[in-house]
């Protein structure tokens, strides 16, 4: 089953990536290797996750043309202004190694980000050609708004699974016509602990993470990016693409409780704003 692409004027995305957070040095390297060679087409790492070396090594070892390889990296909230970003985004190029990222995101807002400054660089990048698409991640509502009034945001990463629905950022997404890709997607695990899940997963013969994968799939416009390490669970989790969920499974999905976030550092204050 082909990994579903998701296509708009300012990027070609597979909706179906590998996570890397927190993988590191030689391990990860193996583990974005075999990605690869199984089928996977779409990277995510980040300066902050310390791995960008190894994720270049993995795609350099692939032999696979750079172009068939979607890679995202991140600047991190430490770096408010236009200038450090630019920085960030050359020194993530030299550690991955390569020409060009297809897309360069915000990792996170800080009360310091200078988001005129910060998306002009960003926008820089792209025409320099050091990104190919940029945006952003965790951003709440309002200032997604703001930041696409600025420059040509292909993208908002954030947290999204059965249990964190994103229904205001969604909507805003599908009317800008932009992807969503959704950030700890089998909820770091815990959907293999719910028996409502699992249930759907026996009735279709598939399991709990190919179940909660395929929700997000089934998504117009939502990509999906679940790390794993081992061979079997990222082979288990690609062929989340090939399960098709009916109506009530889908009903059954959405009775789910909506408002669990796992990951919140402290760096959004509010998250409806
Ligand atoms: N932009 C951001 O701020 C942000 C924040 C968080 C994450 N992310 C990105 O999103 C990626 C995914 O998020 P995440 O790593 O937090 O959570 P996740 O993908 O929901 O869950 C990963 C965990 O689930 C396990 N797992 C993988 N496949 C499984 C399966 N089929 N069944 C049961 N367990 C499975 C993994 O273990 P094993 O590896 O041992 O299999 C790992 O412990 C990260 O790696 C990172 O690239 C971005």
Redesign the pocket.
């Known amino acids: 089953m082909p990994i579903p692409v998701f296509e708009s004027p300012l990027t070609r995305m597979p909706r179906l990536g590998l996570?890397?957070?927190p993988m590191r040095g030689a391990a990860c390297q193996r583990a974005v290797e075999t990605a690869l060679a199984m089928g996977y087409r779409h990277l995510?790492?980040?300066e902050m996750?310390g791995n960008e070396e190894a994720v270049g090594a993995a795609i350099r070892a692939s032999g696979l043309p750079r172009e068939q390889v979607y890679l995202t990296s991140?600047v991190w909230n430490d770096k408010p202004r236009g200038a450090a970003i630019r920085r960030a985004a050359e020194d993530s190029l030299r550690r991955l190694g390569l020409a060009w990222m297809d897309l360069f995101?915000i990792?996170?807002p800080s009360p310091q980000l200078d988001l005129p400054d910060a998306l002009a660089a960003l926008a820089r990048l792209r025409e320099d050609g050091l990104a190919r698409a940029i945006g952003v991640?965790?951003f709440p509502p309002g200032l997604l708004q703001r930041a696409l009034g600025l420059a040509p945001i292909a993208c908002l990463?954030v947290?999204h699974?059965v249990y964190l629905g994103q229904p205001r950022l969604l909507a805003i997404c599908r009317a800008q016509g932009i992807v969503m890709t959704s950030?700890?997607?089998?909820?770091?695990?815990a959907?293999?602990r719910d028996p409502a899940i699992g249930a759907i997963a026996a009735k279709h013969g598939a399991?709990?993470?190919?179940v909660a994968l395929a929700w997000l799939l089934a998504m117009p416009g939502v990509a999906a990016?679940?790390?794993?390490?081992?061979a079997a669970?990222q082979r288990?989790?690609l062929g989340a693409a090939a399960l098709a969920l009916d109506a009530a499974d889908l009903a059954a999905l959405a009775a789910l409780p909506k408002s669990r976030r796992l990951?919140d550092p402290g760096f959004v204050a509010d998250w409806d704003a």
């Open positions: 996570g890397t957070w995510d790492t980040a996750y991140k995101l990792h996170w991640a965790n990463q947290e699974h950030y700890t997607p089998l909820a770091k695990g959907v293999t399991t709990a993470g190919q990016i679940p790390k794993a390490a081992s669970r288990e989790n990951v």
